[in-house]
């Protein structure tokens, strides 16, 4: 746009009684073209500063009909506008028409400042009126409360009027000043000495050794009477010997009774037959050091350990369940499998079963041909396949349900993962042939 001129009025639109919080703003669009008209985008801005900085309060209105460049918008009815922008500082507008800003921004003048009268509202919703007996004009401070006003600010503190240092408030019958503190002095009592602000026992005519011991009459220093001990003598019972009734007297073990430590040991191939007294011992040859490993063992060295091809194990067992598949080509699908890891050689032997039906049999003379089978090769053809019939239906186009089961038995290499595959085809008849619930068991059986 070349050329934009902008004419403001402010009007509040709000019930009778209540400050708005919108101002009605109106402007003229014009271009070198001539004045606009159609839809156009406004954004309003308001600044604190002419230039730069950051918006204080932005609306957006979309869609706004120009009339021979006339635009018209209420300001403040997406975005609160209230006394917080208007607060009594210079604002300026930044109007942006689609993507263009026009500069420079406006000055706001001083119609709109009227905002601010909510708060004057706001005074209102106290009770009405307010009259000079329900404005408080002075505070005075008494019963040890002083009050100094400085500007409109007044302090409110205790009184120190008359007091020392050291000194508590305190209530007097009348009022709280400052008196003394009558539980700042201590004395010791018996036994206790008191220093300043530290309190300890009394330790006057103490000496080293001594207990605090009560007299009779206070708690003081005295002797000891159980430093010396009350044993008078040590006797040496079963398996001591030594004791006393005088001097140092000490114990042993007697060892004609107690066996002392054992101090010997036995060459490689013998054992310990016996242990004397004196902690020596007597030895034999070991005639027992000659083992052979039985079923389920082996023996390397002086190590045995389990031999699994020495036992039978537990078979091991896995399956899957399916719901229902249908089957409607004649290339073989895979309607559940199941996968097993056997720890040895050995055989599994698989299971599977499913319940049939046929769906579209319409023609009570045609059949249903299926094929369904066991395999171990993922896509490959079932192995001994169980190829069956089902009969033609009647009118409502569903065959009565049909049971099949069957089994197949695979060599396994212990270690190696094997999946099974429950496996079948449609060859004729029914549109389609639903398996239902198709199960897949295997078991594993060692060598």
């Avoid at 993507?99 to 909510?118: C, Q």
């Avoid at 409110?156 to 700042?184: E, P, R």
């Avoid at 060295?301 to 089957?327: E, I, K, Q, W, Y």
């Avoid at 499998?337 to 055989?347: H, L």
């Amino acid at each position: 746009m070349k050329k934009i001129a902008i004419m403001f009025a402010f009007f509040w639109s709000s019930a009778a009684g209540a400050v708005p919080n919108t101002v009605n703003f109106t402007g003229r669009l014009t271009t070198s073209s001539g004045p606009i008209t159609g839809s156009v985008n406004l954004t309003l801005n308001l600044y604190s500063v002419a230039s730069g900085g950051t918006p204080l309060w932005t609306e957006i209105h979309n869609g706004v009909g120009a009339d021979n460049g006339l635009v018209f918008l209420d300001a403040g009815t997406l975005t609160t506008l209230d006394e917080t922008i208007f607060d009594g500082r210079r604002l300026y507008l930044e109007i942006i028409v689609n993507t263009e800003t026009l500069a420079p921004r406006l000055a706001i003048n001083s119609v709109p400042y009227a905002i601010r009268a909510t708060t004057a509202t706001n005074a209102d919703s106290i009770g009405g009126s307010i009259g000079p007996g329900d404005v408080v004009t002075s505070v005075n401070g008494s019963g040890g409360v002083t009050t100094t006003k400085t500007g409109n600010a007044v302090a409110v503190s205790l009184s120190t009027t008359g007091c020392s240092s050291g000194q508590v408030f305190k209530y007097n019958g009348t009022m709280f000043a400052c008196a003394n503190d009558q539980d700042t002095t201590y004395t010791g009592g018996a036994g206790v000495s008191v220093s300043g602000t530290t309190i300890s026992l009394n330790t006057t005519g103490c000496t080293s050794g001594q207990v605090f011991k009560y007299n009779g009459t206070t708690f003081a220093c005295a002797s000891d009477a159980d430093s010396g001990g009350d044993i008078t003598s040590v006797t040496a019972g079963t398996g001591l010997t030594g004791g006393g009734a005088t001097g140092a007297v000490s114990l042993a073990v007697d060892t004609t009774t107690i066996q002392s430590r054992i101090a010997g040991s036995c060459a490689a191939g013998s054992s310990i037959r016996a242990i004397n007294v004196d902690g020596t011992v007597a030895c034999e040859v070991d005639d027992n050091t000659t083992y052979t490993a039985g079923n389920g063992l082996t023996l390397a060295g002086t190590t045995f350990s389990v031999n699994p091809a020495g036992f039978a194990r537990a078979p091991a067992f896995s399956s899957t369940l399916l719901t229902f598949l249908d089957l409607t080509t004649t290339a073989n699908v895979d309607l559940v499998s199941v996968t097993m890891t056997p720890p040895v050689n050995g055989t599994v032997l698989v299971t599977v079963a499913a319940d049939l039906f046929c769906s579209g049999c319409i023609d009570a003379t045609a059949a249903t041909t299926y094929t369904l089978g066991i395999t171990n090769v993922s896509g490959g053809a079932p192995l001994n396949p169980r190829i069956g019939r089902l009969p033609g239906g009647s009118s409502s186009a569903v065959s009565p349900i049909t049971q099949m089961f069957t089994q197949q038995s695979f060599a396994v290499t212990g270690g190696v993962t094997t999946t099974f595959f429950f496996r079948g085809a449609l060859f004729s008849g029914a549109a389609a042939l639903r398996v239902l619930r198709p199960t897949i068991a295997a078991m594993f059986y060692p060598q």
